[in-house]
């Protein structure tokens, strides 16, 4: 089947603007999440979905920071007045919410550069 | 907090010979532990994951890891590397449920002829 997919691959945007990355997730998975990975560096975690709310948001790094998740399924993430420290690949993952199961499903990642 | 170190910035090995990539995590109660692999360009496609049970698990491609508790480690081993198998390696350690991975900075392997 369709694994997760993302858009679009790559954003170059200038600082200041506002971007929006979109997740689909595996058809039937409940659990979504946010990874940002930075060059040199591990993943970090922004965001989790459980269907449409998000239990943990802790990672967001600030305020300019947002996403959604509507239906169940698509997500978007929202970074506004970009800063040319948001430079990154977003990774996207989805997942299904049963116990004793978190393997989790990525997709091929969003590079965002802003100049 | 959970946390996850692989020591190892950059590994290379020759072609055929083995391979040990070195993870250690700390976290409060029982551990899921991943070990993913991403190609230049690519996602992360999982190889393994250790839930409970027998404390060495087999994965794809020919990795195995082996999961010991006294030692907070979870290294991941492969008897005879190939050219495709240069990559980076992240090691992931996770709670019950579904919640968030927490990574670590990754082992990246370079592949000699």
């Known amino acids: 089947g369709a694994g997760v997919s993302q858009s679009p691959s790559n954003k170059v945007t200038e600082k200041g603007k506002d971007v929006e990355l979109r997740c689909d997730p595996i058809?039937?998975?409940?659990?979504l999440y946010w990874y940002r990975q930075s060059l040199g560096q591990g993943l970090e975690f922004l965001i989790y979905?459980?269907?449409?709310?998000?239990?943990?948001k802790s990672g967001l790094p600030s305020d300019r920071f947002s996403a959604e998740r509507t239906g169940g399924s698509v997500s978007t993430l929202t970074i506004q007045r970009t800063q040319q420290e948001d430079s990154a690949v977003y990774l996207c993952?989805?997942?299904?919410?049963?116990?004793?199961?978190?393997?989790?499903?990525f997709g091929p990642g969003t590079r965002l550069t802003v100049l | 907090a959970q946390s996850v170190t692989q020591p190892d910035i950059h590994i290379t090995v020759s072609e055929g010979a083995s391979l040990e990539l070195r993870c250690n995590y700390s976290?409060?109660?029982?551990?899921?532990l991943f070990w993913y692999v991403q190609s230049p360009g690519q996602g992360l496609q999982l190889l393994l994951k250790?839930?409970?049970?027998?404390?060495l698990v087999q994965g794809i491609k020919g990795f195995e890891a082996e999961f010991k508790r006294s030692q907070s480690s979870f290294n991941l081993r492969k008897p005879s590397v190939h050219w495709s198998d240069a990559a980076e390696y992240f090691c992931?350690?996770?709670?019950?449920?579904?919640?968030?991975?927490?990574f670590g900075t990754g082992t990246r392997l370079t592949i000699i002829p």
């Open positions: 992931a350690v996770g709670p019950f449920g579904n919640e968030k991975l927490t």
């Open positions: 979905f459980q269907g449409n709310s998000a239990p943990d």
């Open positions: 993952a989805s997942g299904y919410f049963m116990a004793g199961n978190n393997e989790q499903f």
């Open positions: 250790y839930f409970s049970g027998d404390t």
């Open positions: 058809s039937g998975h409940t659990a």
């Open positions: 976290y409060g109660a029982t551990p899921y």
